[in-house]
């Protein structure tokens, strides 16, 4: 369907994590904040991550942080256009702004991670119907890349636009009592998801319910795509789900990385690929991580089937790949991780070069 739509020579065109990169975008740190700490906000977190997202609400994230965030977000530029990849950015923006719709008001958050907001399906490129307040504009960074890219050929998609008014959110919402199946803190009132909750492999795209992610997202996207792709909702056992990329990572035809713990059974239909358990991250305890697990080492971004490019501190992973028979690049990123991603929720590769297929 969405080839059919958009120009043969489009700008956009992506069926999967791994095709050779042609031309990425990554994210920027400028003006991030803690967003209002509202209950959408408080679901993914830790009880620790919590407290400093609480005491912190409508603060800039610590300046040293940021700046040390910056550079290492300015390495992986230089390291990527030293592969040949077209490197873009989006503007920066102030999140501290106050915005409003009918029934509430927001600040904002940052532009760091643009594999949340941006979704790109062949010569679609989708932007995410976002669950937070926080990140209601989300678009608005990357809107010039989207202009151009659309007078390119590209085809531009955006769901309807979520209200987020209180029917959204579960009312009183508190964590599923341990064991129990994951509770949302968002209900059915309207589509939304992150593009981070999918991961794409070609024919076959793997996507996930989570405090951001509802049904009615995931059907939104099902049926946006039509005939051409199938779908499919996996249920990962994470207490805290926000975005797939942490948990189940495809690699290359027939090579997926999955968290140990997250993926009890690994779904059948990869019953021929080779699946192998991400190593133990070595991100030391004091480290901060605001907004994830330290799981985030195996956020890892794929320039080609062979070459990943992996933490530089992460010699763990490092040995992983090369023993799976993959160049592995190094490029520092702690200071990124304490946002809440690395490489892969730091970019989105809008362009590939490769064909539709199937690899099930
Ligand atoms: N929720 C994941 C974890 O805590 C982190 C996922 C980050 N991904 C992203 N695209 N921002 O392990």
């Not at 909750?197 to 049926?223: K, P, Y």
């Not at 795509?225 to 926000?242: C, I, K």
């Not at 990572?249 to 999955?258: S, V, Y």
Request: net charge negative.
């Amino acid at each position: 369907m969405s080839e059919s739509v958009a120009r043969p020579d489009s700008p956009v065109s992506a069926y999967n994590e791994w095709d050779p990169l042609e031309e990425v975008i990554v994210g920027i740190v400028d003006g991030a904040h803690f967003p209002p700490y509202d209950i959408e906000v408080s679901a993914p977190l830790s009880a620790e991550q919590r407290a400093v997202f609480r005491e912190n609400a409508g603060r800039p994230f610590p300046a040293d942080g940021i700046a040390a965030a910056r550079d290492e977000l300015d390495q992986l530029v230089d390291i990527l256009g030293g592969e040949g990849v077209k490197v873009r950015r989006p503007e920066p923006r102030d999140h501290s702004q106050s915005y409003s719709a009918p029934g509430w008001s927001s600040t904002g958050l940052y532009d760091a991670m643009p594999r949340d907001m941006l979704l790109v399906v062949g010569q679609d490129i989708i932007e995410a119907p976002m669950s937070w307040r926080s990140r209601h504009h989300a678009a608005s960074a990357f809107r010039p890349l989207l202009k151009e890219y659309f007078h390119g050929g590209a085809r531009w998609s955006s769901p309807p636009k979520p209200e987020l008014t209180d029917e959204l959110y579960v009312e009183g919402w508190t964590d599923q009592p341990e064991g129990e199946p994951f509770r949302s803190v968002i209900t059915e009132f309207e589509p939304t998801f992150d593009a981070a909750d999918f991961v794409r492999c070609g024919r076959d795209i793997f996507g996930q319910r989570s405090h951001t992610t509802n049904a009615m997202g995931i059907e939104w996207l099902r049926r946006h795509l039509g005939d051409t792709y199938r779908v499919h909702e996996l249920t990962l056992a994470d207490d805290h789900p926000m975005h797939i990329d942490a948990s189940l990572m495809p690699l290359a035809p027939g090579k997926l990385l999955i968290h140990p713990d997250r993926v009890p059974e690994v779904p059948a239909i990869f019953k021929d690929w080779e699946v192998r358990t991400a190593p133990l991250p070595v991100i030391p305890d004091g480290h901060p991580l605001y907004m994830t697990s330290k799981w985030i080492n195996m956020n890892v971004l794929m320039i080609d089937e062979h070459k990943m490019v992996v933490e530089a501190q992460d010699e763990p992973m490092r040995r992983f790949a090369e023993d799976w028979g993959m160049e592995a690049i190094l490029c520092p990123f702690r200071n990124f991780n304490s946002l809440g991603g690395s490489f892969h929720c730091a970019t989105v590769d809008v362009r590939r070069r490769g064909e539709l297929q199937s690899y099930f």
